[in-house]
């Protein structure tokens, strides 16, 4: 029974050999550095940059919301440095899915990838329906009226909508055609629409500076006495105003802002499953994720500065404050630049939600995963077709029928999970025993198995990091003392798998108290002994493995880009997205639940038989070791032996 478990615990755990031997993809490779920026930031910075700053400024935060901003923007770089540094290192379509899959085992994968799926099919219909409320705005409520009248749906539960979304089905095919045709076509049309809004945005920005006014970062309570006496005091509260001055809602608005705005830098993941279709992914992937997420920044940061030095922050639109901010300031005819400007931001931000889905599907059925007839690929356009399709009709279906408000919070879940396990996978890499050199295109997996040096899919191994491999005690017993003095300035078996347990106990541990810090905040704040206590014990618990991982060795391996501050950036990040999960409510986590068991039957039922790692499964003499064990990297310049002797 024993030996059983141990076995279906392999099976779940076993990790993909990452396979770079130099091979052509069977994708076209023909993404520019500009294009993939283009799609980060066409993707990311949706129409939520003309509607979230006013929501934010006029209800959590007021002219703070630049600080909002800037948080919400550094917590977004800690995981895009991790993604960076990943699309340097892993050459492949896949994103977090294939990231999680050649680190931490297959079990991750799927669940990432699945939840991945999750994401993006709600995005695309979430974003499909918004895009067809705005036109339905700018010709004043005619189509919905049209819809409401002639094809109402009145079912009880508010889970179908109140009438059929025929303009968002219509848009979601059309961009699926865009995306089976072919993705230069579709990265041509991303960069036009990319660069209008971009050409909106730097409208608005320069507006607000040239007709705004820094009195109204300063706001005090006889101005806001002055306009309730000229508006009558209509709808107004104190709670609106706040204290005055520029942060009116104090340090915990603006951090309740930064969590809120952290969701506008959403997106930028969608770079990292490029690999195959990028001319240069190890430079270009890097690039630009960072690219994309500084001139997202810059982007929101500038909007809500003009917005806020436009108009005092409490007469706020919050559906629609660009265009009542320019009516404030007697410029009315820019709403319709503004309406231009957010249609081109939503069709790019749903193209961006578009082009990554099916080539994660792709990535999972190749594997063996998930049905591989969804890996098909069209050999004329280069595109997984039939995955392209089937996402996109199952994406039209929910924006055609669907009421998406309950849903769009599943969408956090699903991000905020690969943002962490690419974290952790960061993390776990740079201590293990291996060298992954991103400049050379033949690489050979090596083990240390039971004592012994084992090479597959071999190039010659005279390389300067095999000498330090032979100089590596191959089997080391653990003592409590290599916790803080390792025996070697090299990763070692025994070092990766200390940062292995370690990392896990730290993500429990994190868990544990994200979930206080989400539901006792208010106890902790107010000096409650139990809970004080609680959080105390759990963070020195955190402190105590943080200085563990960190005292382990690091591998040397030369990447075109790393992630700095080894362990501290990676985990920081892992805190600040279990924290936001942890901000979601019941009944989000409950439709998680639904959705996950949908997946384990489809991964149960039929994944873990047909995945081609157990197809590759032989019973060679290495292969129980090979399966349980992290791979080891190595690269050299010319082909040689396929093993390695001890």
């Not at 107004?236 to 809602?249: I, K």
């Not at 069209?378 to 055609?400: C, D, E, Q, W, Y």
């Not at 408000?405 to 776990?428: E, F, P, W």
């Not at 293990?432 to 071999?458: F, R």
Request: charged share 15%; hydrophobic share 50%.
């Amino acid at each position: 029974m024993a030996n059983k478990l141990s076995e279906f615990g392999k099976m779940l755990l076993r990790r993909r050999a990452l396979d770079c031997s130099g091979e052509e993809t069977r994708f076209a490779r023909c993404l520019s550095t500009l294009d993939l920026i283009a799609l980060g930031v066409g993707s990311t910075l949706g129409a939520g940059v003309y509607v979230l700053a006013g929501e934010v400024a006029r209800e959590k935060a007021g002219p703070a919301i630049v600080l909002c901003f800037l948080i919400a923007a550094l917590s977004s770089m800690l995981a895009g440095l991790c993604y960076a540094e990943f699309g340097a290192r892993v050459p492949k379509t896949g994103s977090a899915y294939l990231y999680s899959y050649v680190t931490v085992g297959e079990i991750w994968a799927f669940i990432t990838g699945w939840n991945l799926i999750l994401s993006y099919v709600i995005g695309t219909a979430s974003v499909a329906r918004a895009w067809s409320s705005t036109f339905d705005n700018l010709v004043e409520q005619k189509i919905s009226g049209f819809f409401r009248s002639f094809m109402a749906m009145k079912v009880p539960g508010n889970v179908l909508a109140e009438y059929p979304d025929l303009f968002a089905l219509i848009l979601i095919l059309l961009l699926t055609g865009l995306l089976a045709f072919g993705v230069s076509e579709s990265a041509l049309v991303n960069k036009i629409f990319t660069g209008i809004n971009l050409v909106v945005l730097g409208f608005v920005i320069i507006s607000g500076f040239v007709k705004g006014d820094t009195a109204n970062w300063n706001l005090t309570i006889e101005d806001y006495n002055k306009y309730l006496n000229s508006s009558n005091g209509t709808n107004m509260t104190d709670s609106q105003f706040g204290a005055g001055g520029f942060a009116p809602f104090g340090l915990s608005g603006v951090l309740s802002g930064a969590a809120t705005c952290f969701y506008a830098f959403v997106g930028f993941d969608c770079i990292a499953t490029t690999s195959e279709e990028a001319k240069n992914p190890m430079r270009s992937i890097p690039i630009g994720i960072v690219a994309s997420l500084l001139i997202c920044f810059f982007a929101y940061f500038g909007v809500s500065a003009a917005l806020t030095m436009m108009m005092p922050y409490y007469q706020l639109n919050t559906q629609s404050p660009l265009p009542e901010a320019f009516t404030h300031v007697d410029w009315s005819p820019a709403r319709y630049i503004v309406a231009v400007g957010s249609l081109c931001a939503l069709s790019t931000s749903l193209l961006g939600s578009m082009f990554p889905m099916p080539r994660v599907i792709y990535a999972m059925a190749e594997d063996g995963l998930l049905f591989r007839a969804l890996s098909r690929m069209n050999p004329r356009t280069k595109t997984p077709l039939l995955a392209t399709i089937a996402s996109g009709i199952v994406a039209a279906l929910m924006a055609f029928l669907f009421d998406l408000g309950a849903l769009v919070d599943l969408m956090s879940i699903g991000t905020l999970l690969a943002y962490s396990l690419v974290a952790i996978c960061v993390l776990i890499l740079r201590y293990q025993p291996g060298n992954l050199n991103s400049s050379s295109q033949t690489e050979k997996l090596v083990e240390l198995v039971e004592g012994e040096k084992v090479a597959v899919a071999g190039a010659d191994s005279g390389d300067e990091y095999d000498v330090e491999v032979e100089k590596r005690p191959l089997k080391e017993a653990f003592t409590a003392k290599l916790l803080l003095f390792p025996s070697a300035k090299v990763p070692t078996q025994t070092s990766g798998t200390i940062v292995y347990g370690m990392t896990a106990i730290t993500s429990v541990i994190m868990t544990v108290l994200c979930v206080i810090l989400a539901n006792c905040l208010d106890l902790l704040l107010d000096g409650h002994a139990g809970v004080v206590t609680s959080c105390a014990i759990l963070a020195l618990l955190c402190a105590a493995c943080f200085i563990i991982i960190w005292r382990q060795p690091e591998s040397k391996e030369a990447l075109t880009f790393k992630v700095p501050l080894l362990p501290w950036l990676p985990l920081f990040s892992v805190f600040v997205n279990i924290y936001l999960m942890m901000q979601l409510d019941l009944a989000t986590w409950c439709r998680f639940a639904v959705w996950m068991v949908v997946g384990f039957i489809i991964y149960f039922f039929y994944g873990i038989q047909n995945s081609s790692e157990a197809i590759r499964s032989s019973p060679r003499r290495y292969e129980p070791a090979l399966q349980s064990k992290s791979p080891i990297y190595t690269c050299a310049a010319s082909d040689g032996e396929d093993g390695a002797s001890p």
